[in-house]
């Protein structure tokens, strides 16, 4: 069964405390993204990579980090730098290319609540 | 920079009325154009997308889009809403040479029976 999880669906946090948002993949697509959704902002890129071992900041990058070590796994650390870290996490993956194929494929969801 | 703006942030309808949900973008060169929906408690998921071709476009679930070049739009469309269409719409653009997508504010719709 192919698709894309995120775990935990629900992550609750302490200020000043990193945490790591967990996405895999098992659809082969070379590309990963991370997006942030908030009430009425729609969904915010923060992070995506195109390729294993690169990655690219998307428009809220700062107080994030990412790593693609494998194809199927991009992971999202929200640092204690991250000024509103609460908010609905969305992973999700597409084939990187310019062809009518595209188009992103998203996870469940990670709601963290830090406090 | 692009955007997208969606200018009807909460929808209400009663069913079997027709919907048109607005979605206007900013770039003035090629663009693909794709409309996400989110049902209570799941995944986005893809509705309809815009690449080529002819500018009116199917998708799934009866929902259609058209493509209006000359005024930067995207609506959606529905002839006649269901219960079942209640959700979170997203219109997302990809402008140019970039694996990237804009997405716009999204617009709730709530259709009563």
């Known amino acids: 069964d192919g698709g894309i999880t995120q775990s935990p669906k629900y992550l609750f946090r302490k200020e000043g405390q990193n945490v790591t948002l967990s996405c895999e993949q098992n659809l082969n697509h070379d590309a990963m993204y991370w997006y942030r959704q908030d009430p009425g902002q729609g969904l915010r890129l923060i992070y995506y990579?195109?390729?294993?071992?690169?990655?690219q900041k998307g428009d809220i990058a700062e107080g994030y980090s990412v790593s693609r070590e494998k194809k199927e796994s991009f992971p999202l650390t929200v640092t204690s730098a991250q000024k509103n870290p609460t908010a609905f996490y969305l992973c999700a993956s597409s084939i990187a290319a310019r062809l009518e194929l595209y188009e992103q494929y998203f996870g469940p969801g990670t709601r963290l609540t830090v406090t | 920079a692009q955007s997208v703006s969606q200018h009807n942030h909460h929808v209400i309808l009663s069913e079997a009325a027709s919907l048109e949900l607005g979605c206007n973008y900013s770039?003035?060169?090629?663009?693909?154009l794709f409309w996400y929906v989110q049902y209570p408690g799941q995944h986005l998921q893809l509705l309809l997308k815009y690449f080529s071709g002819d500018p009116l476009v199917k998708g799934i679930k009866g929902f259609e889009a058209e493509f209006i070049k000359s005024k930067f739009s995207f609506n959606l469309r529905k002839p006649s809403v269901q219960w079942s269409d209640t959700a979170e719409y997203f219109c997302a653009v990809n402008a140019g040479n970039t694996d990237k997508l804009i997405f716009g504010t999204g617009t709730r719709l709530q259709v009563f029976p």
């Open positions: 770039y003035g060169g090629t663009v693909n």
């Open positions: 990579s195109q390729i294993v071992n690169d990655f």
